[in-house]
């Protein structure tokens, strides 16, 4: 799944957290630095694989729950509308 944020989003570091704003809804999403560090890689243009080998040895995580874990703010991103 590639990641398509919807246009006009206001993102912002907060101390360890990201926030998403829709500015015209005022509507927001945090991400925590797990999160935070995910969409950042995916907005580098880094591939699933890539991302979740990544991370797995960096914080000693298994591949498999973070590509799980990716899945899942995927999804959440999309059904809340700040991206398809």
């Known amino acids: ?27 927001y999403f945090t991400l925590n630095n797990m999160g935070a560090l995910m969409l950042e890689k995916l907005q580098a243009g880094q591939s699933h694989q890539q991302i979740a080998t990544h991370i797995s040895a960096e914080y000693a995580v298994d591949t498999a729950v973070v590509e799980q874990d990716l899945n899942a703010l995927l999804t959440q991103l999309a059904q809340v509308g700040l991206a398809k």
Not at 5 to 19: A, C, H, N, R, T
Request: aromatic content about 0%; proline content about 4%.
């Open 1 to 27: 799944m590639q990641l398509v944020l919807k246009e006009g989003l206001l993102i912002q570091k907060v101390v360890d957290e990201l926030v998403i704003l829709e500015p015209q809804s005022g509507d």
